[in-house]
């Protein structure tokens, strides 16, 4: 029995510790402030104190990919609140567990429009997998324990529980306190096991499916990086030879090194990846969605194809792409049980091999190779790397090293998901659903706290970088070494490349004026160097990886350059347009 | 082959779907914005307490045949859809006898 007097909040306290909570990311106001009250007396459960909700959100969902576990974030009411409110939807997007404190004004006030009210609740609805208020001290444990069962079960996502002012400070009767919970206790990672009694019975018409196929790929998603199942899925491969295809968010889940895979599909994927899906006669998706980036037009999508979908979300299945077959259950207990059913089939599929080698697999063959021998620029080392030039390097550099990377969105997030190779588990954290600028830093720093083991990198274009740069402050205060990196061209480069490809050039509010990088980066106390030539690229990375603390890259970059390959907008994804010859190397300029 | 592939053009016809949810804030509203987002035609809703926390909730919907299974699926995995008693892990009624019955498959 524990007889201590306490209030709301410490019993929200305690139910995030048994919870297995260890950090929470937030900012305080006025109406969560007993609950900040409570934790100042909880050295267990550590506050990273952010600059902006947003980042709390999304440092919270860093966490959560590196590590598997909730990510917890907080605020205060009102416009703390609606703050949280796009990392709230990035992490839903991408079926990232969350749990989301807000404070709330009192409860005999709510309604009234008091000071800092917003119907918190109400706005989350859609962006959220479920959210609770808490509109009595009683509910406190109960809700705890659903909210985080909720945001672990099935299809993770982010839950939202609103706190009002009065019921964290609400004083809670030792007889409540030691009541049992009709909730009972979610563990770390759990999810339900598949109950669909057809299970079996589906499972097998699917291994009858690969064994009939002639051009089967396997595509896999982030649900194989969530589920931890990458080792089951390599196995599989390997026992059949079947290529494998990663998307944006499955890149960590399967390594492009090894000899069975293709690489990226969709709208910047590689040829081998397109070509093979739109000529593959059985498609195996493993934890994915079929994004639009990923099908294009999903009536042109695989026309040969069967598809068999391995998912935990019903939901999911037919909601683009309708499959031919699908399994739905966790992965970590259907694909085993798949793998049990299939018959070898290592002797075949030499001609769909053979097939597939006659198409690229990789992005770019134009690119300088700044780790290479002698002189790898061919006299032009003095020009400013390119975009690319300078993902390939840092890909190396991380991959080198054994790195996590957290990269924001734009043409840097397109030339890094292309040249990351390695597929090391939970390692590359990206917003692919929702496409979120402004996510690398924080994320970086919830991946930093959760994997301290790893060097964490984050990386951002510099659009990107200044709608949340604030934490570099965060960075500076926890002293994380985080190596922060922005990849510098002057210009909104993915909106520039579309302007330039498909409304005829007419570059509408997407160039920049940016202030000096790297300046800035120490005005906030940190280490920084900028990058403005091919030759010092390597050594400036090297001097990045080294650093016991935060450190500051710019690396300015040509202005105007395309990611390829490129499947134009309505296309489908065999009218992919491969790079053209570049154009010779321009003086960076910023303006 | 490309059977069965989604292709938004199918016609939807309206049919009458029965839930029961925990009374709970949001509860009734996430109901509504599900429908909303995924797109499905409200064409009518009703709903009356069940009890102390329950809330019986009638929709009239315009779906297609494609999208009736998916959005059930759905609305059954929001948290506060109860989940029916017996075998069916599902907490959602679809009522086939409904509009034959009460002749309420008119969109009206």
Redesign the interface.
């Known amino acids: 029995m524990n007889d201590r007097p306490t209030n709301g909040a410490e019993w929200i306290c305690d139910s995030l510790v048994e919870e297995g909570v260890r950090i929470l990311f937030g900012h305080p106001g006025g109406a969560i402030l007993p609950f900040y009250d409570a934790l100042h007396g909880r050295p267990e459960l550590r506050h990273v104190l952010v600059r902006h909700e947003q980042a709390a959100a999304h440092a919270a969902d860093g966490y959560a990919r590196a590590t598997g576990n909730v990510g917890v974030c907080l605020a205060t009411s009102g416009p703390g609140a609606t703050n949280l409110v796009t990392g709230l939807a990035t992490a839903a997007m991408d079926s990232v567990p969350l749990v989301a404190l807000t404070g709330q004004v009192p409860t005999n006030v709510m309604g009234t429009d008091a000071f800092q009210e917003v119907d918190v609740?109400?706005l989350t609805?859609?962006v959220t997998?479920?959210?609770?208020?808490v509109?009595s001290f009683e509910d406190i444990p109960d809700v705890m324990r659903?909210a985080f069962r909720?945001a672990r079960s099935?299809r993770p996502g982010p839950v939202l529980v609103d706190l009002p002012k009065n019921v964290q400070a609400a004083a809670v009767p030792a007889y409540w306190r030691n009541r049992p919970a009709s909730v009972p206790p979610s563990e770390n990672g759990t999810r339900p096991a598949p109950?669909d009694p057809r299970l079996y019975e589906v499972l097998g018409q699917a291994a009858e499916l690969l064994d009939n196929a002639l051009r089967p790929v396997i595509m896999v998603g982030r649900g194989v990086v969530a589920s931890e199942t990458s080792e089951c899925v390599r196995a599989l491969a390997e026992a059949h030879r079947l290529p494998v295809i990663t998307t944006l968010l499955g890149l960590d889940a399967f390594s492009r090194n090894h000899p069975l895979s293709l690489g990226m599909p969709g709208m910047h994927g590689t040829a081998r990846a397109n070509r093979a899906i739109q000529e593959a006669d059985l498609i195996l998706g493993f934890g994915l969605r079929f994004d639009d980036r990923v099908t294009g037009p999903?009536?042109s999508?695989?026309?040969?194809?069967?598809i068999v979908l391995f998912e935990v979300?019903?939901?999911v299945?037919?909601?683009?792409?309708?499959?031919?077959l699908a399994v739905v259950g966790d992965l970590r207990t259907t694909l085993p049980a798949f793998r049990g059913r299939t018959r070898s089939r290592a002797h075949r599929g030499e001609e769909w091999w053979g097939r597939l080698r006659t198409w690229s697999r990789d992005p770019s063959s134009t690119v300088f190779d700044a780790a290479g021998e002698g002189s790898p620029f061919g006299g032009l080392e003095d020009q400013p790397p390119t975009g690319r030039e300078a993902a390939r390097a840092l890909a190396r550099q991380i991959e080198g090293a054994g790195g996590q990377v957290s990269t924001d969105v734009g043409q840097h997030q397109m030339w890094m998901a292309q040249e990351l190779k390695e597929g090391a588990p939970a390692t590359h954290f990206t917003s692919g659903g929702l496409g979120t600028m402004g996510y690398a830093l924080p994320a970086a720093i919830g991946a930093a706290f959760g994997r301290a083991d790893r060097a964490t990198w984050a990386v951002a274009g510099d659009g990107g970088f200044q709608m949340t740069l604030q934490e570099m402050a965060t960075v500076v205060q926890e002293d994380l070494p985080v190596r922060i990196v922005v990849v510098n061209n002057g210009y909104l480069g993915m909106v520039r490349q579309w302007q330039e490809l498909f409304f005829e050039g007419r570059y509408s509010a997407s160039r920049l004026s940016g202030p000096d990088m790297s300046a800035v980066a120490r005005a906030y106390g940190i280490p920084a160097r900028t990058v403005t030539r091919r030759d010092e690229l390597t050594s400036a990375l090297r001097w990045a990886d080294a650093a016991t603390g935060p450190v500051f890259l710019e690396i300015r970059v040509v202005n105007e350059e395309n990611v390829y390959p490129l499947v134009p907008p309505g296309a489908r994804l065999d009218e992919m347009v491969e790079e053209p010859i570049p154009p010779a190397p321009e003086p960076a300029t910023l303006p | 082959m490309n059977k069965g592939r989604t292709d938004g053009t199918e016609r939807p016809e309206v049919e009458t779907w029965i839930l029961r949810l925990r009374d709970r804030p949001g509860a009734l509203e996430r109901v509504l914005s599900l429908l909303r987002r995924r797109r499905v035609g409200l064409e009518g809703l009703s709903f009356a307490k069940a009890g102390e926390d329950r809330l019986d909730v009638e929709l009239h919907v315009g779906v297609t045949v494609v999208q009736r299974e998916r959005i059930q699926v759905e609305l059954a995995g929001l948290a506060d859809v109860e989940a029916a008693e017996g075998e069916e892990p599902v907490g959602l009624r679809r009522l086939d006898s409904f509009n034959e019955n009460e002749g309420t498959n008119d969109g009206t």
């Open positions: 609740l109400g609805i859609p997998k479920h959210g609770f208020l509109e659903e909720v099935g109950t999903v009536a999508f695989a026309p040969a194809a069967q979300d019903p939901a299945v037919g909601r683009t792409v309708k499959p031919d």
